[in-house]
């Protein structure tokens, strides 16, 4: 959180506050052998655009992504799909490009790598014999939702608004109303939480 100094200009006191910003990335631990690193911080717009998009196709598919049990195989997919790209559009470029990736093969071989499945099928059909094989990570859905949770919380904060900030670490949002059931994520110096 910013803290407040007293200074002077021009002989009249002024009150300066100081606001620290992030700068080690966020660590999702999968398993016990995957690191994915998010953006230490992500300018509001971007988040919002990126989650924007992921409820325009979640509320296309009129699906909730915290119950995939009783929707159509078919909606599922496309909202792993869309949720992946989201995921993806926030990590570090080394770890996006292991999570989401699309690679375009014609004639045996690859000709092309691509973070967004449209791009890559888009790429597919301008080939003779082109198809698209999905070539990133692949998890269970419960563990996307939990990440798909702790990057709005990361990024957006509780009920929209940002978390605030310290100097070494990225803090959590204050926990809202009701039970509480989920211990606190350790830290190392970024905000790491790891696949339950």
């Given amino acids: 959180m910013g803290r407040a100094t007293a200074r002077e200009w021009k002989g009249i006191p002024v009150a300066i506050k100081k606001f620290a910003l992030n700068t080690q990335p966020h660590e999702a631990e999968i398993g016990d052998d995957v690191t994915l690193l998010f953006q230490p911080e992500v300018m509001g717009d971007e988040f919002l655009d990126a989650y924007g998009r992921l409820q325009e ?4 598919l009129n699906i909730d992504l915290s119950d995939a049990t009783s ?9 792993n799909v869309a949720l992946r790209v989201f995921l993806a559009s926030l990590m570090l470029p080394e770890s ?11 004639g045996g071989k690859t ?6 499945p449209e791009e890559a099928r888009e790429a597919a059909e301008s080939r003779k014999g082109g198809k ?10 419960r563990v996307l939702v939990e ?6 919380e990361l990024y957006g904060g509780a009920g929209g608004q940002r978390p605030p ?5 990225s803090a959590s949002a204050s926990p809202g109303p ?15 939480t790891r696949g339950r």
């Fill in 132 to 141: 698209v094989l999905d070539a990133g990570m692949r998890l269970p859905d």
């Fill in 111 to 116: 000709v092309g790598s691509y973070r967004d």
């Fill in 165 to 169: 900030t310290s100097s070494n670490a």
């Fill in 147 to 152: 990440l798909m949770e702790w990057v709005v």
């Fill in 71 to 79: 929707v159509d195989l078919s909606d599922v997919r496309e909202a």
């Fill in 178 to 192: 009701g039970p509480r059931g989920r211990a606190a994520l350790p830290s190392k110096g970024s905000t790491s």
């Fill in 57 to 60: 196709t979640t509320k296309k």
């Fill in 96 to 106: 996006a490009e292991q999570f989401a990736r699309w690679e375009v093969r014609a």
